[in-house]
């Protein structure tokens, strides 16, 4: 299934859009499917993280007391926020 519908700007949306229709299109060779697409991934990751800060921001501001009963959850989440796990190197 193609989701070819694409936006003017660059969503993370529409990185997943691309990702996907590159694992359906079988004419690109192996050695450099997974060069594109691991750096894709990467580009998703940086795209996911800033908007899981903004919206870490927004929760803040929004429900104070739930960041006051759960004060280990803002630790593990800006760690994890800080970590990049995906590379778009293939070594």
Do not use: G
């Amino acid at each position: 299934m193609s989701m070819r519908r694409v936006n003017k700007f660059r969503t993370l949306c529409e990185v997943l859009r691309e990702i996907n229709d590159l694992h359906q299109d079988t004419s690109i060779p192996t050695e450099n499917h997974n060069k594109v697409i691991r750096h894709l991934l990467a580009e998703c990751e940086v795209m996911a993280k800033k908007m899981a800060h903004k919206l870490y921001e927004y929760n803040k501001e929004y429900d104070k007391e739930w960041w006051l009963r759960n004060p280990d959850y803002e630790k593990d989440l800006l760690e994890r926020l800080s970590k990049i796990y995906i590379t778009d190197d293939t070594a």
